[in-house]
């Protein structure tokens, strides 16, 4: 069983840059891939960003490309994401959860993915 920690959320004005992070405990960490994901309200949630079990691998989703980057650093069981040029269309909670093995992609995460955090909002003011 794994427990996952997102903190680092808020509220930041467009342009502005935010970092959040996914503290895990009580599973190897780096044995699987991590994913960040949002979910704003009234739709379903996506798949933001993985990342492979050594960091080698990364994926992002569209909308984030060239902004968002994601990063592990396994020694301290904990996962990132840099959100930069943020936009009110990032307003979310965003989630982390785990992958079910050492690599990831984002098209079918919902097989992927489990063992979700609690969330952390971000808000985006334009």
């Known amino acids: 069983q794994v427990q996952l920690v997102e903190s680092g959320g808020g509220l930041v004005q467009a342009g502005g840059s935010l970092r959040l992070s996914c503290a895990a405990s009580?599973?190897?960490?780096?044995?699987?891939?991590m994913g960040w994901f949002r979910q704003a309200p009234g739709k379903e949630r996506d798949g933001v960003s993985c990342?492979?079990?050594?960091?080698?691998?990364?994926k992002y989703a569209d909308s984030v490309k060239g902004r968002f980057i994601i990063s592990r650093d396994n020694a301290k069981n904990t996962v990132y994401l840099q959100m930069n040029s943020l936009k009110s269309e990032d307003t979310a909670v965003y989630y982390c959860?785990?992958?079910?093995?050492?690599?990831?992609?984002?098209?079918?995460?919902?097989?992927?993915?489990?063992?979700w955090g609690q969330g952390t909002q971000v808000t985006v003011s334009s």
């Open positions: 990342i492979s079990r050594n960091g080698g691998s990364t």
């Open positions: 009580g599973r190897t960490f780096s044995t699987y891939a």
């Open positions: 959860a785990t992958g079910s093995s050492w690599a990831c992609n984002l098209a079918d995460w919902r097989d992927q993915f489990g063992s």
